[in-house]
């Protein structure tokens, strides 16, 4: 008996030790907002908007290289961030996405190091950081994408010098790998497409990689995942971007989403390859049982905390400039003046539909491992339209071709903020509050914050692109005895 309940305490001891950085207690979903940085909108905005209690996270970008899009570059939108989050007066986490728009052989020592003292420079200031480097790197809408020898090498070049240069502060930061869903993969005819009759040695090699299927060519049915996988040594966290965009592509209609579409873009559906592929995302790399590749040897063993890195439903709201210009890609699918005329559903319609099919208890009792996530705040434009991405209100001093519709994006928030306080998403958690010396003191919820300052029991849509408004104006003893 004695030695049933050692073992049985040191299993579980094992499981509480495996937790990755940052991760919440079972049952905890952190939730966060990318806010548009460009549009003037911060983080304080945000919370003040929903009036409810601060969000446990905010996410923001910057181009790697600094010399591409200069105007991200960390120099210039760390200093900002941090006091953003200081400006909230708790302890929300940074989400920090690394773009190396330059490619992975650009990337220096020198910016390495940039970034790493920035790190610890955020983390000495009271908030912990997530890092999601080379997002999308499976998607051919990136300089850097379908590249999977180029990535691997780097990501674990790059994390490798991250973790050594955080010391003491390597516990409050967490890597995240997030590629794109896959859905549409692998995402042919784009800018960054891959060329699947290239013949020049690394366009070769890489086809090679990507190939998993071993027929001829490159197609839905080769896996959009594993070839980018770096190994659970080099991963914290797993994350992946899901859309709403509308029934079909041209993605101009304004249509309630199907009741499991969020979940077959993260698990994938056999019975519609063509449109949300064949990879069970959450069973490879956060179920209990992992994922071997073809040959039998071991991707992942599974059991990483999931963040839905970004997610909306889009609102279509107005056609694009480039609207039936002499390209034929870009004539109008429809006559209608607006996107939306002959469609009845509402922003609230859409985009509540699209968060109670997966932020709900039934969801999140299934997928235990789904830890965080991240609201996409932006308005832009995109392909054929000009897209309202928002779920938390419209950003501060909008401008007045968009600010008809402030109201109708504040019901949004309002009616997130309803289900909140109908006790529809209780597994829901939020930063802790700060006092004067800048320590956390009690979460929302009631509960003492952890020590690595993470909130506790509390072309493509990336930020990449300017927006819209922005281009076109410029607890163990419970675990282990049962409590």
């Given at each position: 008996?004695?030695?049933?309940?050692?073992?049985?305490?040191?299993?579980?001891?094992?499981?509480?030790?495996?937790?990755?950085?940052?991760?919440?207690?079972a049952?905890?979903?952190?939730?966060?907002?990318?806010?548009?940085?460009?549009?003037?909108?911060?983080p304080?905005?945000?919370?003040?908007?929903?009036?409810?209690?601060?969000?446990?996270?905010?996410?923001?970008?910057?181009?790697?290289?600094?010399?591409?899009?200069?105007?991200?570059?960390p120099?210039?939108?760390?200093?900002q961030?941090?006091?953003?989050?200081?400006?909230?007066?708790?302890?929300a986490?940074?989400?920090?996405?690394?773009?190396?728009?330059?490619?992975?052989?650009?990337?220096?020592?020198?910016?390495?190091?940039?970034?790493?003292?920035?790190?610890?420079?955020?983390?000495?200031?009271?908030?912990?950081?997530?890092?999601?480097?080379?997002?999308?790197?499976?998607?051919?809408?990136?300089?850097?994408?379908?590249?999977?020898?180029?990535?691997?090498?780097?990501?674990?070049?790059?994390?490798?010098?991250?973790?050594?240069?955080?010391?003491?502060?390597?516990?409050?930061?967490?890597?995240?790998?997030?590629p794109?869903?896959?859905?549409?993969?692998?995402?042919?005819?784009?800018?960054?497409?891959?060329?699947?009759?290239?013949?020049?040695?690394?366009?070769?090699?890489?086809?090679?990689?990507?190939?998993?299927?071993?027929?001829?060519?490159?197609?839905?049915?080769?896996?959009?995942?594993?070839?980018?996988?770096?190994?659970?040594?080099y991963?914290?966290?797993?994350?992946?971007?899901?859309?709403?965009?509308?029934?079909?592509?041209?993605?101009v209609?304004?249509?309630?989403?199907?009741?499991?579409?969020?979940?077959?873009?993260?698990?994938?559906?056999?019975?519609?390859?063509?449109?949300?592929?064949?990879?069970?995302?959450y069973?490879?790399?956060?179920?209990?049982?992992?994922?071997?590749?073809?040959?039998?040897?071991?991707?992942?063993?599974?059991?990483?905390?999931?963040?839905?890195?970004?997610?909306?439903?889009?609102?279509?709201?107005?056609?694009?400039?480039?609207?039936?210009?002499?390209?034929?890609?870009?004539?109008?699918?429809?006559?209608?003046?607006?996107?939306?005329?002959?469609?009845?559903?509402?922003?609230?319609?859409?985009?509540?539909?699209?968060?109670?099919?997966?932020?709900?208890?039934?969801?999140?009792?299934?997928?235990?491992?789904?830890?965080?996530?991240?609201?996409?705040?932006?308005?832009?434009?995109?392909?054929?339209?000009?897209?309202?991405?928002?779920?938390?209100?419209?950003?501060?001093?909008?401008?007045?071709?968009?600010?008809?519709?402030?109201?109708?994006?504040?019901?949004?928030?309002n009616?997130?903020?309803?289900?909140?306080?109908?006790?529809?998403?209780?597994?829901?958690?939020?930063?802790?509050?700060?006092?004067?010396?800048?320590?956390?003191?009690?979460?929302?919820?009631?509960?003492?914050?952890?020590?690595?300052?993470?909130?506790?029991?509390?072309?493509?849509?990336?930020?990449?692109?300017?927006?819209?408004?922005?281009?076109?104006?410029?607890?163990?003893?419970?675990?282990?005895?049962?409590l």
């Amino acid at each position: 008996m004695q030695l049933t309940l050692l073992t049985t305490l040191a299993v579980a001891a094992s499981t509480v030790l495996a937790a990755a950085n940052l991760e919440p207690a079972a049952g905890s979903v952190m939730l966060g907002a990318w806010y548009d940085r460009n549009l003037t909108d911060t983080p304080s905005a945000v919370n003040t908007r929903l009036n409810y209690k601060p969000l446990a996270f905010f996410q923001t970008d910057m181009d790697l290289s600094s010399v591409v899009k200069p105007w991200t570059a960390p120099k210039v939108v760390m200093p900002q961030f941090i006091q953003q989050l200081e400006d909230t007066k708790t302890n929300a986490v940074a989400m920090l996405t690394l773009y190396p728009f330059e490619g992975y052989s650009k990337i220096t020592d020198a910016q390495l190091q940039e970034m790493a003292d920035w790190f610890n420079k955020m983390a000495d200031a009271g908030h912990s950081i997530f890092v999601r480097f080379a997002s999308e790197m499976n998607g051919s809408w990136f300089p850097y994408g379908q590249d999977p020898i180029g990535f691997l090498a780097s990501w674990k070049r790059c994390i490798t010098f991250w973790r050594n240069a955080l010391g003491a502060n390597k516990s409050k930061v967490a890597f995240i790998w997030s590629p794109n869903s896959g859905n549409g993969y692998p995402y042919p005819n784009g800018q960054y497409s891959i060329d699947p009759k290239g013949t020049d040695a690394a366009t070769v090699a890489n086809l090679k990689v990507l190939d998993t299927n071993n027929k001829p060519g490159l197609d839905e049915e080769d896996d959009p995942y594993l070839p980018y996988y770096p190994g659970d040594d080099y991963v914290d966290w797993v994350g992946m971007s899901i859309y709403h965009y509308g029934k079909e592509w041209k993605w101009v209609d304004n249509v309630l989403p199907q009741p499991t579409q969020f979940e077959d873009y993260l698990q994938g559906s056999k019975t519609l390859p063509k449109k949300f592929g064949y990879a069970p995302f959450y069973t490879y790399f956060s179920g209990p049982d992992g994922v071997k590749d073809s040959t039998g040897k071991t991707v992942s063993v599974g059991n990483k905390p999931l963040i839905i890195s970004e997610t909306a439903a889009t609102y279509h709201f107005a056609w694009n400039e480039n609207v039936n210009k002499t390209d034929p890609n870009n004539a109008r699918p429809n006559t209608c003046p607006v996107p939306y005329c002959d469609e009845p559903a509402t922003r609230v319609d859409i985009k509540q539909s699209w968060w109670q099919s997966f932020l709900n208890a039934d969801f999140v009792k299934k997928y235990p491992q789904m830890k965080a996530v991240c609201f996409f705040e932006f308005i832009k434009e995109e392909e054929l339209t000009l897209r309202d991405f928002t779920t938390f209100g419209a950003a501060p001093n909008i401008f007045e071709s968009v600010a008809k519709f402030e109201k109708e994006d504040q019901d949004v928030a309002n009616a997130f903020v309803a289900d909140l306080k109908a006790g529809k998403m209780p597994f829901l958690s939020f930063a802790a509050a700060k006092d004067g010396t800048g320590s956390a003191v009690v979460t929302a919820s009631g509960s003492k914050p952890t020590g690595t300052g993470a909130p506790t029991s509390t072309t493509k849509s990336g930020a990449a692109g300017v927006s819209v408004m922005a281009g076109v104006f410029a607890a163990a003893g419970a675990l282990l005895f049962g409590l």
